[in-house]
Nanobody, 123 residues
Framework: VQLQASGGGLVQAGDSLRLSCAASGRSIRQYVMGWFRQAPGKEREFVATINRNGAVTRYADSVQGRFTISRDNAKNTGYLQMNSLKPEDTAVYYC?????????????????WGQGTEVTVSS
């Protein structure tokens, strides 16, 4: 499966963005999807994950209550709605997918990755 992330940009603190992750090559219905981010000079970190039918979601503490992960299996697309953005949310955001696990916050579990979309939040 190929993943294409989009929707990043330059925004001000307090603004919102919605990232999309379009999948191609096969249906994502059987894949857990996740979002990760990597800020300049830092390691990649987990942001959010969603199970195959969208009923179960998990978030990093740093984004809990501000970000919402969702998916539309009919459109073969995942989303990350980001509200109340902060400068510390500045990073390249990556979507990822994995088959055969309930959910995972560990990037090492994911075997399909998108190319990343850059989010910059100014103060």
């Amino acid at each position: 499966v190929q993943l294409q992330a989009s929707g990043g940009g330059l925004v001000q603190a307090g603004d919102s963005l919605r990232l999309s992750c379009a999948a191609s090559g096969r249906s994502i219905r059987q894949y857990v999807m996740g979002w990760f981010r990597q800020a300049p000079g830092k390691e990649r970190e987990f942001v959010a994950t969603i199970n195959r039918n969208g009923a179960v979601t998990r978030y990093a503490d740093s984004v809990q209550g501000r970000f919402t992960i969702s998916r539309d299996n009919a459109k073969n697309t995942g989303y990350l709605q980001m509200n109340s953005l902060k400068p510390e949310d500045t990073a390249v955001y990556y979507c990822a997918a994995v088959y055969g696990v309930p959910t995972s916050i560990d990037g090492a579990d994911y075997n399909y990755w998108g190319q990343g979309t850059e989010v910059t939040v100014s103060s």
